[in-house]
């Protein structure tokens, strides 16, 4: 048990739509970072975000955008879908001071199908 | 840029028997290395990680690992399998020991044990 929960587990969607998928962070964790994993690859990462601000960015288009709250939840959305935007997709939060080392919790990912 | 290659998609071994997943690493600094293991429905969950205080790295379940610069490799082992070692392995590479810093993941290795 990580401590960071994700919400919902299962998505269908069809193209063109709009998904909103959510994470809560452990209580505390002022960083959170959003990775897509399709099917037979590793993890990869789409953005980050510390103190709510965007703090880094993968190669993932501007239709991929995020948002953290101060209650330590956050939200991805992705515009206009595609079908190769089905994956699984992982929140994975941290509580990061300045000093390293500082470890990683990954939620179980919310699955996104889009037909 | 970082870059991990785990040889084998999917490796099988006897109940009792030693596991070797193999991973090489490219990196132009010194690196992070990292190995996660993936349970289904379930997110990743760190086993060990590399961060130039010692090459051989042990983790949990019995897992470890050793750092070899030379042949630019980190290579996950465990003396005996046991049947709930079976799950998905990935390993990563960052470039700094943080929370904040995104990990470049492999492709994965899926491990079957077999009684």
């Known amino acids: 048990e990580t401590g960071v929960t994700q919400s919902p587990t299962h998505l269908i969607k069809t193209r063109g739509q709009q998904v909103t998928l959510r994470c809560s962070s452990q209580s505390g964790h002022n960083t959170v970072s959003w990775y897509q994993q399709a099917l037979g690859q590793g993890p990869q990462f789409i953005f980050q975000y510390y103190r709510e601000e965007e703090n880094g960015r993968g190669n993932f288009p501007p239709r991929f955008s995020g948002l953290q709250f101060p209650n330590y939840s956050s939200e991805l959305n992705v515009n206009a879908l595609e079908l190769d935007d089905s994956a699984l997709y992982l929140c994975a939060s941290s509580l990061v001071g300045g000093g390293g080392n500082e470890k990683l919790f990954f939620g179980s990912g919310t699955q996104l199908s889009v037909l | 840029a970082q870059s991990v290659t785990q040889l084998g998609s999917h490796v099988s071994v006897s109940e009792g028997a030693l596991v070797l997943l193999r991973c090489n690493y490219s990196s132009s600094v010194p690196p992070y290395l990292f190995w996660y293991v993936q349970y289904p429905n379930q997110g990743l969950q760190l086993l060990l990680k590399y961060t130039s205080a010692a090459t051989l790295v042990k983790g949990i379940n019995g897992f470890e690992a050793e750092f070899k610069k030379s042949e630019t490799s980190f290579h996950l082992t465990k003396p005996s399998a046991h049947m709930s070692d079976a799950a998905e392995y990935f390993c990563?590479?960052?470039?700094?020991?943080?929370?904040?810093?995104?990990?470049?993941f492999g492709k994965g290795t899926r491990l079957s044990v077999i009684a």
């Open positions: 990563a590479v960052s470039d700094r020991n943080s929370g904040n810093t995104p990990l470049v």
